[in-house]
């Protein structure tokens, strides 16, 4: 997201808000409840969590007189935070609440909005400068919360024996072939890496580049990497290449898997993409538009990082490192496929150089998610946000088909667990220079 | 429930199925979709399959032109029939489906009702006998299911942190000492257990007695044993009681337990029994009209069997055998607290011999649930209903506050597993005459 | 075992020690830690245990100056006395203790027995009854433990792919056809069951009737009971009738199976008994003498309840009571094959009635394991013997191959749980008369 | 492992071979049938499976007319190579088979002995070099067997409430109070790392240096990195240090934790190091030999990676990367203190810069367990040895009490789950310049 000075704070706000409530449109009643696994919280839960963030660390600081919603919801709508003080409603039986009702959370966030409208009308100007680094920092989480919304909904939804659609109207790329698979060169060298430090002063001002808007603390500090001469895949890998894997026994020769992605295949019985079902011996795909045979031409996804190294593997090829990912995209423009173009699902890439970088699928990297130099993360609860998760998960780059636009950025680094199929999750091959 | 002629058949079945409705008034949308526990089924699920039922064992087979409202639903609204055909969505996961939606359900019953209405104008001849065998099992089967709304209802709310009350206007008795513990003595002797067996050309027939209405074929054949002389208590256990067990250690003390149930009330940490919590050191209990202290006249509920028989040992007696239990019951009027008196809790005991023996709670009894002496099961998948469940459980007798009147009768056999707390269970004690 | 005075008693617990060390005799050391499921306990562990029990139950109460033979032991080698101090290592873990070693355990025997020998020599009069009741108890324990031994030792060796034999040496029967199935009539009425009370006086008296001899407290105590007219199978369920069960599909028809066993053989890939395995083409068996082909002729056994009474459904039959079975067998000689044969399998029935009623195999009854009326469990820790194991289990009567010939009669009540299939666990079939 | 020539291997075949068998001298055949956790072989098993690796990579493939011990053994012994053919056995059942019994698998070494000495004495020609590597594989894949052998019998007798020492008589440092905490300071740069590529004609030549010694594959390629300069401290983090933690509430703040981390001291109930337990007040730490109070200078050891990087934080300082260790050990000596020792637990530090480097304790890094760039596995079932293992794993470096002299290095890679804390795993703290 751009930086934001105080006059378009709050229609920046409104705007995220509003998309929040717009995702939800298509549900039912009862959709806004599900939860059939525990990484797929229910729709209610992220539209009063996203409020409670506000809530939590916006207006109990710093707005004056500021009466909570509800005792409970601090609580109930916390994710993560160990400290903070009521602790937290387990996540796996989040879907096991049916009271606050749906409209009993759309009344919290109307209190929330109520509020947030007056802390920013009247922000004491000791507080202006905390107050907008967390409001950014609370509409970037809400964003996030956007894309989990569609994942979580797709995951819900997908579950049903029915398979009903969120939306049966969305529009779906023609069956067409890929284009082939080209690959650009990268000389390698020390480059620098992160996003850059922000100055103070320059804070607000509309008039600078993306490249000094928001970022998250793990993507600082910038620093510098030595990169040895690589090539990088022109798009993303393409559910017809994924099939000849399959086809080709991928998922029954142990060579090509790590060990613990073997033990996983194995006990998740997993012979295929996530949402892939073979029906009278075509595969289909589940997806937010209901079911659909297979679109040779789109990117794969729905992959686990196991599933995505082993088909590298297996082609020839590896997946590249986070830096390699961040090196290619660094200065270009951020164009392509996220959550503005209302698809809800990766489209088949064009023909030229790098395409697909941004939206699409997010990109499964080889390198695992650490801190990088010299990282800070933010004193108390808020620097439970990013930095404890540094260890076990691997970095994806790029954002997806539920990203938004403005939430994308080259130096952006997105985590997940190397068994994580739900999100919209992809590959991009790589590959050393003789 | 009393025997149906073809003319009150409609009449049954309207009331029957109207209930089921009127118990579900007071909820919201969400509470529909929940299931917090394996064995607390969602009311979405309930309403459906209690139509289902109808469905598969009436209209399918006897309807002609019969066009079934989904091809789903016999999949996910068959509960444990092994011998249809199409398998059964899991048990564990019936909270997972938000469609079909709460409104969907309905439109389903009103299919099914106006189909069985079809049915029930136009039965042929040949078919009468067995749709009316079938239909009465039908009324039954929806009003098990009432009262399994009831108590899962109850459960999926008192899990809910905020305590929600399903009925915030339920009667509640004042608290109030409960009445000495008096004894009733019975002789022993060989005595004739079981429901009698109808005779064809009686069935239908207002004036005959209430022991030849419907019974389960679990209740069959009637038969003799031979029982030793026994006291039976006058009433139920109270709260006041239950409580000093719990104030002399009886949790603590291995000695009063099997061996199932002390490693039971150990591995699930049970310190009192269901719905009981402590605050600021006193004891409350979550009813359905929310969460109100310990009054001590109440009888005690929502125990396992472990619960009820290390009491008993405690307390110096024993569990009666059912057919102590029915051998007491039998002749007497149906009286008691059921789910027509609307209080949806059990109410203190009055003085007088042997109160509270129907309705109120559910009595544990010493005996296994096993089939009487050439017991046989119907024929296909109806036959599933009772015998397949004959190992592991222990029969309970009389009804609770959440029973039909109409559904309880001296020969019913209630049966569950003894670690199960959810439903009105309660203890009355027996003593062997010395 | 038949009533003891003092004059054999000595003679008496030398003959059970010196049994159960026989029977180790095959072992290697390796083979005495070997625990490969909850319920098969190590042999080192059973060796320790038995001690424990007279070390227990008679050394420190009543042997002056006795000197324990290791602080630890006390919670090592208790089984699962509740109200003993020192409470107990978990069951599930008694395999991995490798030390006290064998040799240690040897010498921990030798130190019970010389201090045993002690107290036998010079017990005070005040305490000789008690001693003599608490002696018959441990050796009626031991005889108990030296079952498991057989059976825990068959169970460890089979997990074992290589299949290693206990003893290469046993004898077995040759290949032949079962003798045709018979049964016998009985006229059912009211008859007397249970152990009959034991007269302090005729205690000790060497020409009173074995059935006044030791028996447990789950005998107690003798009471009538109502019988309906029933017929007996002459013998066991034999391999090549169980067989037709299985070739008729009769692990895939959920109609002939309770619930819980439908459940259990499909969580348990279960398709055959226990020990059998069909290679290329032919049923073979593990026996404690090693794998060979079935035997049509033998008795079928390692069975589990739910399999029993399924086949005998199957069948058109059913399970006896275990007053049926009690009823047929009062009265009749304990003969039949026992562990004193050494054959330690079951052998092929003779022709006549009611064969094989005591030894070859523990015989299946449709009767839970309950207490009797007026039954009382004995005071203290010896109280948790039998009577805190009265919930969820089925009666098993008869005694089987790995039984001591004076451990039988015809009121012994054996118990399991109706999964539990490592016993030598077999089928007598039962019906009504028309 | 220097290189070797022909002339030295059958020697170092022979030393390391009767290495292990020296290790196992003070066991109980018991002991050798320990496995207390799934990760905690029984020595039993590692003394054949070094031998099957031999069998299987050396003799089977290279010595002609090769008979193999036992047709059973490849699939009893194989560890985790899924690209072989006979599959394995479950590695959380090895400590359930009683047979082979341990004379037969010191048999089967003799066996697989004898039959490796005419291997190398008769070996033809084209041979040659594949059969030398992969005896450096077999000699090294043996060394680290001899270190799990100790860490194995230390957890298995550990989990024993007897606390048995495995040798009563180790030598043991004097309680003594630790060295200040220096660090030394490095400028960073660019720096090459791994290990060198070995250049053919050199190999065997005994005048290489160590650095062009064995390697394993995830040691290559020697490749370039740009660090930031950094300082390390010359010492290991002592038991007194890691004990003011403790004190501090270091358990139970979760700022100090990453997520997972956090999750799991709560799963698993830690409060202190592997085999740390408070008596009367006073932290003792059960060693191989026994049980004794807390050396204060002594390393701490038995951690996570989780309570190493807990802890760094709290200290205000953090992990090294593999390669900043890497950097700080290249060139220097491999001195300190090994298994060859025979001290079996770590010793406390001199005064001196970057003392302990090598030997004492294995060094948890922030390193996540990945390939170096351009890295490959060998072909076929060996390179499933290292590189199968690169997901979910964090790098170790520099050795420990229980690792040979001769297998140390500056390039070795040890790799183990952040929440594994049986091997002697410790903490070296680095810290940034500022």
Redesign the interface.
């Known amino acids: 997201m751009p930086p934001m000075d105080e006059s378009n704070l709050s229609a920046a706000y409104g705007r995220v808000r509003a998309f929040t409530e717009q995702l939800c449109e298509p549900l039912?009643?009862?959709?806004?409840?599900?939860?059939?696994a525990v990484e797929a919280s229910p729709p209610?839960w992220h539209l009063a969590h996203v409020s409670w963030f506000f809530e939590t660390f916006l207006l109990k600081p710093f707005l004056a007189g500021y009466q909570e919603f509800h005792p409970?919801f601090d609580?109930?709508f916390n994710s993560?935070y160990?400290?903070t003080e009521a602790g937290f409603?387990p996540r796996p039986q989040r879907?096991?609440?049916?009271?606050?009702?749906?409209a009993e959370v759309y009344a919290y966030r109307r209190h929330v909005d109520d509020a947030m409208a007056r802390l920013l009308g009247e922000c004491p100007a000791e507080h202006q400068a905390t107050v907008q680094t967390r409001l950014e920092i609370g509409l970037n989480h809400e964003q996030q919360h956007q894309e989990l919304l569609i994942t979580d909904i797709k995951y819900?939804?997908a579950?049903?024996?029915?398979r009903?659609a969120y939306r049966a109207d969305l529009a779906v790329a023609p069956a067409q072939d890929p284009v082939p698979l080209t690959f650009t060169t990268f000389e390698g060298g020390?480059h620098s890496f992160g996003a850059p430090e922000p100055t103070r002063h320059e804070h607000g001002d509309q008039d600078q580049s993306a490249a000094r808007g928001f970022a998250y603390d793990n993507e600082f500090p910038r620093?510098?990497?030595?990169l040895?001469p690589f090539r990088l895949a022109d798009r993303l890998v393409t559910n017809a290449e994924y099939q000849a894997f399959i086809d080709d026994g991928g998922y029954r020769h142990?060579?090509l898997?790590?060990?613990?992605?073997?033990a996983r295949i194995n006990s998740e019985g997993w012979q295929a993409p996530l949402y892939w079902e073979k029906l009278d011996g075509v595969w289909h795909e589940t997806t937010l538009g209901g079911r659909r045979p297979l679109n040779p031409a789109e990117p794969v996804c729905h992959l686990s990082?196991?599933e995505a190294?082993a088909y590298a593997r297996w082609a020839g090829r590896r997946l590249p490192t986070e830096f390699e990912w961040e090196h290619a995209a660094a200065g270009r423009p951020v164009d392509g496929h996220f959550v503005d173009d209302g698809r809800l699902h990766p489209t088949p890439a064009g023909a030229g150089s790098l395409q697909q970088l941004f939206g699409d699928c997010w990109e499964w990297t080889?390198?695992?998610y650490?801190?990088y130099?010299?990282y800070r993360a933010v004193e108390g609860a808020l620097?439970?946000y990013n930095g404890?998760?540094?260890?076990?998960q691997?970095v994806l780059r790029g954002g997806s088909c539920a990203t938004s636009r403005n939430h994308a950025r080259a130096t952006y680094r997105n985590f997940f667990y190397?068994h994580e199929r739900w999100q919209f999750n992809g590959i991009r091959l790589a590959e050393?220079l003789a």
Not at 159 to 162: E, K, Q, S
Not at 257 to 262: E, K, N, P
Not at 388 to 392: A, C, I
Request: charge should be negative; avoid cysteine; proline fraction near 11%.
């Open positions: 039912e009643i009862e959709d806004y409840m599900l939860q059939t209610k409970h609580h109930l993560y160990e400290q409603w879907g096991l609440l049916s009271r606050p009702t749906v819900n939804l579950y049903n024996p029915l009903p020390v620093h510098q990497r030595l040895e142990p060579g898997w790590l060990s613990d992605g073997w990082y196991f190294e080889a390198s695992a650490l801190p130099p010299r620097g439970e404890k998760f540094m260890s076990g691997m190397p050393d």
